[in-house]
């Protein structure tokens, strides 16, 4: 899975997320449940009071669509976006396709009245990290955990409750720690078969040309609705999502 980078508010968001590195690396996380993890490594409790209990998942990272050999899943990176997630989410409800959001904590957290309109219309939340650090495979596990825990709970407060039910390590920088940390919190690692590019702004007809291209590699296609400008994203779903349907491709969402 290639590498993302380059694009433009990620450089914000990890600045203001700086304290995130700030941790004690003897420091213990495992027992954190849907609290943040301070810098010391110290769990707080939920705004609920109390962590629901969730069933420890698979730590293998998953493609496959619960449709079978011939569905897809429609997975949704970096958001939410107040100018794009609406324009996605209505191109999604006027195909009838539910999809999985892989959210940025921050942009969550910045953005609660968007997650909560996911979860509404029936979409799947995904844990994308406090600050999007392609890099998080070559920190140490604390920092590993700080993104990680500290997401699903600001992910999970600004849903009104929902827990993300899957975790999607930023430009595909997974480690065995982070796969065994997610799966504990009940959040299946998720991979992608299919990048669409469409972060690298390659216009509307090469982004729709790569997913037709890559379809054969596997059922996850990977698009953004931040980040940056995602007309052409919305514009290549329009077009991406009834000819998915014209194929005989069912939607649906990576395995659990």
């Known amino acids: ?93 006027e195909n009838g396709v539910k999809a999985t959001f892989c959210m940025v904590g921050t942009q969550a957290e910045a953005h609660p009245d968007l997650v909560k309109a996911v979860v509404a219309a029936g979409h799947r939340l995904c844990d994308h990290t406090v600050s999007h650090d392609t890099t998080m495979d070559k920190k140490s596990d604390a920092y590993q955990s700080q993104e990680i825990l500290n997401a699903a709970s600001m992910i999970t407060k600004a849903s009104g409750g929902v827990r993300p039910q899957y975790y999607r390590a930023p430009g595909g920088a997974f480690t065995p720690y982070s796969r065994h940390l997610a799966a504990s919190q009940g959040m299946r690692p998720l991979g992608w078969n299919v990048d669409s590019k469409d972060f690298e702004l390659p216009g509307t007809d090469a982004i729709i040309a790569t ?46």
């Open 1 to 93: 899975m290639a590498r993302h980078s380059g694009r433009g508010w990620y450089g914000r968001v990890l600045t203001a997320a700086v304290g995130v590195t700030a941790v004690a690396a003897a420091t213990s996380v495992w027992t954190a449940q849907a609290g943040v993890v301070d810098a010391r490594g110290a769990a707080h409790p939920s705004a609920s009071g109390s962590a629901p209990a969730r069933a420890t998942v698979s730590e293998e990272i998953v493609h496959a669509s619960d449709k079978g050999a011939h569905g897809v899943n429609i997975t949704i990176d970096d958001g939410p976006d107040p100018t794009w997630t609406p324009e996605v989410l209505q191109v999604l409800r």
């Open 211 to 256: 997913v037709k291209s890559e379809l054969s590699n596997g059922p996850t296609i990977l698009f953004h609705d931040a980040g940056g400008d995602r007309a052409q994203t919305v514009a290549a779903l329009r077009e991406i999502l009834p000819w998915l349907k014209q194929q005989g491709y069912s939607f649906g969402f990576p395995v659990r």
